[in-house]
Nanobody, 121 residues
Framework: QVQLVESGGGLVQAGGSLRLSCAAS????????MGWYRQAPGKQRELVAT???????DYTDSVNGRFTISRDDAKNTVYLQMINLKPEDTAVYYC???????????????WGQGTQVTVSS
């Protein structure tokens, strides 16, 4: 079992910045793709950004150029640096990771509990 714990959310004015962190712990042999998703009130959860174990990144169009995803494998942690935040970025942000507990084990997908990001206009 793997636990993902997010931190760094909060209230910020439009144009401001926040940095989200997500630390993974538990039975971890390796972590493959890690990502951030978000869910605004009344909307479906959407992909924000992903980063593979090789460091390849992908972003949804609405955050491209403003958000940067990164990871520190020594700490089993993924980050989301957000700049120039907009009110439409307001949502609960969830961390996601594919992890396996041994070399020959299958990957399982895990979710964090979410952290609230609120951007005021």
């Amino acid at each position: 079992q793997v636990q993902l714990v997010e931190s760094g959310g909060g209230l910020v004015q439009a144009g401001g910045s926040l940095r989200l962190s997500c630390a993974a712990s538990g039975q971890i042999f390796s972590i493959n793709t890690m990502g951030w998703y978000r869910q605004a009130p009344g909307k479906q959860r959407e992909l924000v950004a992903t980063i593979t174990s090789g460091g390849s990144t992908d972003y949804t169009d609405s955050v491209n150029g403003r958000f940067t995803i990164s990871r520190d494998d020594a700490k089993n942690t993924v980050y989301l640096q957000m700049i120039n935040l907009k009110p439409e970025d307001t949502a609960v942000y969830y961390c996601n990771a594919d992890s396996r507990r041994c070399r020959w084990c299958v990957n399982y997908n895990y979710w964090g509990q979410g952290t609230q990001v609120t951007v005021s206009s």
